[in-house]
């Protein structure tokens, strides 16, 4: 996958994709990351990317004439590339969204900063605009960073095991279950039995059970959404009994 973003800030990018799960899978080849300065596309002498707004009011907008440039010179290599805008007045990105932008060959990220962008370029080169939640950061960059994260252990190759993106929270629509690591007891308190038994099959169950539990206490209203089986609705049943 290649994905190409449009920042004002790429140093703010290097420690996030630099390291770590999304460092290796660059590393591996698997993933591309383009960053691209809009200020290298300014053609007027100062390299002056904002202006004031039209009609008064705070802060700057950032102007048509850099980011028209920097789309025609990405667009005519790939004019098929899909463009995300991030902004709050996008629809909120969730897990069951992540896997459809994961499948996509080339995406093209545009951030904001400031006041945000001149509507004609969102109208001109935007196929959809996303936010990452109903909150007003200074800039587009962390959605941006957030967006790749999120999609970046999708990919095939990019997780260790083909397996791991399977069980966290979300993915089945529950949250996560309790992890527990060496040692057994630490500090007087125990791992649960149950995990160090070696029978699968308990485990398994005791798994999807807490999972069930997690998901009952903190967030009731994925349960409402999620499409329980009849053993699932057992276990609710035994959780709600306390059993
Ligand atoms: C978000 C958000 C955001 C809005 C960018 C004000 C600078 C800022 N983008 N999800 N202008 N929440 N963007 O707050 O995506």
Redesign the pocket.
């Known amino acids: 996958m290649l994905i190409d973003v449009l920042t004002l800030f790429p140093e703010m990018f290097s420690g996030v994709l630099g390291t770590s799960i999304i460092g290796r899978a660059r590393e591996k080849g698997i993933l591309d990351i383009n960053l691209i300065n809009i200020r290298d596309f300014a053609k007027n002498k100062h390299k002056q990317v904002d202006d004031y707004p039209y009609g008064g009011g705070p802060g700057m907008v950032m102007s048509p004439q850099p980011l028209f440039d920097a789309f025609y010179h990405l667009l005519e290599a790939s004019p098929t590339a899909r463009v995300i805008y ?3 007045q ?1 629809k909120t990105l969730r897990q069951e969204m992540a896997e459809k932008y994961a499948n996509m060959s080339h995406l093209i990220l545009l951030c ?5 962008v001149d509507q004609r370029v969102i109208d001109r080169f935007v196929d959809e605009e ?4 109903d ?6 960059e962390l ?1 941006s960073m957030v967006f790749i994260d999120c999609i970046s252990r999708l990919i095939p190759g990019v997780l260790g095991s083909s397996l791991s993106a399977d069980d966290e929270s979300f993915s089945n629509g529950l949250l996560e279950y309790p992890h527990y690591t060496r040692p057994q007891v630490y500090q007087g308190l125990k791992v649960p039995e149950v995990l160090l038994s070696g029978n699968h099959k308990e485990i398994e169950r005791w798994r999807k059970k807490e999972s069930l539990r997690n998901t009952l206490k903190k967030r009731p209203d994925l349960l409402e959404k999620a499409n329980l089986d009849l053993e699932e609705g057992r276990l609710i049943d035994e959780i709600k009994n306390n059993k």
Do not use: A, Q
């Not at 996303?130 to 939640?133: A, C, K, R, T």
């Open positions: 991030f902004s709050p996008g904001g900063h400031y006041e945000g996303l936010s990452i939640g909150y007003v950061l200074t800039g587009g959605p």
